[in-house]
T-cell receptor, first 111, second 114 residues
Framework: QKEVEQDPGPLSVPEGAIVSLNCTYSNSAFQYFMWYRQYSRKGPELLMYTYSSGNKEDGRFTAQVDKSSKYISLFIRDSQPSDSATYLCAMLRGANSKLTFGKGITLSVRP | DTEVTQTPKHLVMGMTNKKSLKCEQHMGHRAMYWYKQKAKKPPELMFVYSYEKLSINESVPSRFSPECPNSSLLNLHLHALQPEDSALYLC?????????????FGSGTRLTVV
């Protein structure tokens, strides 16, 4: 079993839809949870970072962490064509640990 | 300045060439990283520098040689690469090794080995 599993894609939604992206993990030592957005031929851009169970909101984006279920989600409200990108979840155990990525999911928002 | 700057953006090199990739950050981050990313795959860690010292080498072939001249700069020296080494090479930095806040990636160097 991989340490981090991410829902396979690709995912295509109409503009304005609510998008839910999900990852599960098996290692309870993960403490920090990030979501990166990567546009084609660009580097990953850090969108959200959380470290406790619960929700964290930033504009149209909400990151949710459920440590008891080892499950994290990223919600995108009022999705826009400019949200079309690959979304990667990533996790850290703590200091001096490696960033562990999910496989990534490609999202396409249709105008 | 909240950026990690990588140069060049694109590089084509022959298998006998020697080239270098450069990375720079001015955020005061003390950890810097090299990643390799193949198409439709997540980034794979290659090297970690913490406080200018090599902390992690993920069993990377010796044809890749990292260098950290100072706390703001990170280089990756390339020699005798193979076509399968063609990929997007990403530099990243963070406040400390494994620190999550501000773990920032550059835009990458797209390397093609011919």
């Amino acid at each position: 079993q991989k340490e981090v599993e991410q829902d396979p894609g690709p995912l295509s939604v109409p503009e304005g839809a609510i998008v839910s992206l999900n990852c599960t993990y098996s290692n309870s030592a993960f403490q920090y949870f990030m979501w990166y957005r990567q546009y084609s031929r660009k580097g990953p851009e850090l969108l959200m970072y959380t470290y406790s169970s619960g929700n964290k909101e930033d504009g149209r984006f909400t990151a949710q962490v459920d440590k008891s279920s080892k499950y994290i989600s990223l919600f995108i409200r009022d999705s826009q064509p400019s949200d079309s990108a690959t979304y990667l979840c990533a996790m850290l155990r703590g200091a001096n640990s490696k960033l562990t990525f999910g496989k990534g999911i490609t999202l396409s928002v249709r105008p | 300045d909240t950026e990690v700057t990588q140069t060049p953006k694109h590089l084509v090199m022959g298998m006998t060439n020697k080239k270098s990739l450069k990375c720079e950050q001015h955020m005061g981050h003390r950890a810097m990283y090299w990643y390799k990313q193949k198409a439709k795959k997540p980034p794979e860690l290659m090297f970690v520098y913490s406080y200018e010292k090599l902390s992690i080498n993920e069993s990377v072939p010796s044809r890749f040689s990292p260098e950290c001249p100072n706390s703001s700069l990170l280089n990756l020296h390339l020699h005798a690469l193979q076509p399968e080494d063609s990929a997007l090479y990403l530099c990243a930095s963070s406040q400390g090794e494994g620190a999550p806040y501000g773990y920032t990636f550059g835009s990458g160097t797209r390397l093609t080995v011919v």
